[in-house]
């Protein structure tokens, strides 16, 4: 029998022992060996938990105990998760976490622990909820050479950008709406200002090139200035305004960046809506394949946690290959990054804007008192002193 113990009883922990509890049979089956939550840390008591025998309040409990072979770290933060996590893999117990925040921050150095503790560091749950996204990228695709990622990676936001295309509603009465329903939280910076996505996307952009990517160094940007009006426009262009999370390795560069885009209806990732999530992968041989299903939530993501520990379980004392150093991938400035951009300016500087940009393609949605167009490709440094030149209400980046 296999000892588990779960940090966190929130509500991703508490999905954890749910799922385990309940596909006990196919689980232990696919393990090879029993499974059993022996411990439940977290700093409360639950009277009437049909698990409350197993809660504990001091994490020496479980890192002292020599039967505790794998652990799942669902608490979420730094702190403690941190030094908890890396005394567990020190002890040689392997951790399962869908700590995002952790994983970004301390990724090379957990995994690193591990394996000179023939132990697992494993986060399938960190990008993607119950998506299976990690394990494509460190086992299926070994025979690629993985060039490009573009993801929907937080489901907030997709939630809000499709209730504002549906409706024609506004950012701050969708976004509240959002909270009445539980889709976003009370403060939403995270969510909203693309910093969760952010953290999402180093860590896969660190997977593609098995290096670190820093998420600090990523350019972030949210979905707090898109308008009802932006997707007036972008119904006349046939296509829909997402929050895309990207990295690109071109010509030996290496880009990194979340922002809003607008994508043509052909494009499968306009068809993930509401609080689906959508990783888009092109391999050199394979080209693309895309992995999409719900990208938070308790029981995906729990599921996703738990189908670490399977993995875990059949490989006790074997250290599973994760390719990913510590060594920091020197990000290229998004202002080298080419594209089309999608602007609005005053009807009254028409003229400038043309004259400015040149060659544009004129976008016509009936809005009053403006003038909007499409840009040629140019790089991000070119379309901002242009822009500066011409003063605008808004650009969107075209994917």
């Not at 500087?349 to 909007?372: I, L, M, R, W, Y």
Request: with cysteine; glycine share 8%; proline share 3%.
């Amino acid at each position: 029998m296999i000892q588990v113990a779960v940090f966190g009883y929130g509500t991703v922990g508490s999905g954890v022992v749910e799922v385990i509890e309940k596909n006990k049979a196919e689980i232990n089956k696919k393990a090879g060996e029993e499974l059993n939550v022996k411990y439940i840390l977290d700093l409360r008591d639950f009277p009437g938990d049909p698990y409350e025998d197993k809660v504990v309040h001091d994490v020496e409990t479980i890192l002292n105990d020599p039967e505790v072979q794998i652990i799942c770290e669902t608490m979420g933060g730094l702190k403690p998760a941190y030094d908890y996590t890396k005394r567990a893999l020190l002890a040689g117990k392997s951790v399962c976490t869908s700590n995002k925040e952790l994983v970004a921050t301390h990724g090379p150095e957990l995994i690193q622990i591990a394996h000179d503790n023939q132990c697992n560091y494993l986060f399938e749950a960190s990008v993607g909820g119950g998506i299976p996204i990690i394990r494509p990228l460190n086992y299926s695709l070994t025979a690629e050479k993985i060039d490009a990622i573009t993801g929907i990676l937080n489901g907030t936001t997709n939630y809000i950008l499709s209730k504002m295309e549906k409706e024609g509603a506004d950012f701050a009465d969708v976004l509240k709406e959002a909270q009445e329903k539980g889709y976003a939280e009370r403060n939403p910076e995270a969510d909203v200002e693309g910093y969760d996505a952010c953290r999402k996307i180093a860590i896969l952009s660190s997977l593609m090139c098995g290096k670190n990517v820093n998420y600090e160094d990523i350019y972030t940007e949210g979905i707090t200035k898109i308008t009802s009006t932006d997707f007036v426009y972008a119904k006349a262009m046939n296509k829909t305004i997402k929050l895309l999370a990207q990295s690109k390795e071109e010509d030996g560069k290496f880009y990194a960046m979340v922002s809003p885009c607008m994508i043509g209806m052909d494009h499968p990732l306009s068809m993930v809506n509401d609080v689906f999530n959508a990783v888009f992968v092109h391999g050199n041989m394979l080209g693309d394949s895309m992995y999409y299903g719900r990208g938070a939530g308790k029981l995906p993501t729990a599921s996703a946690v738990v189908s670490d520990v399977v993995d875990c379980a059949r490989h006790i004392g074997k250290v599973i290959m994760c390719f990913w150093d510590a060594e920091k991938v020197s990000l290229t400035g998004i202002e080298q990054a080419s594209r089309k951009f999608f602007v609005r300016v005053s009807a009254d500087k028409a003229q400038a804007a043309k004259e400015t940009f040149g060659n544009v393609e004129t976008v016509d949605a009936n809005v009053t008192g403006e003038f909007a167009f499409v840009t040629d490709v140019m790089t991000e440094k070119e379309f901002n002193e242009k822009a500066e030149k011409v003063g605008i209400i808004s650009r969107i980046r075209m994917e």
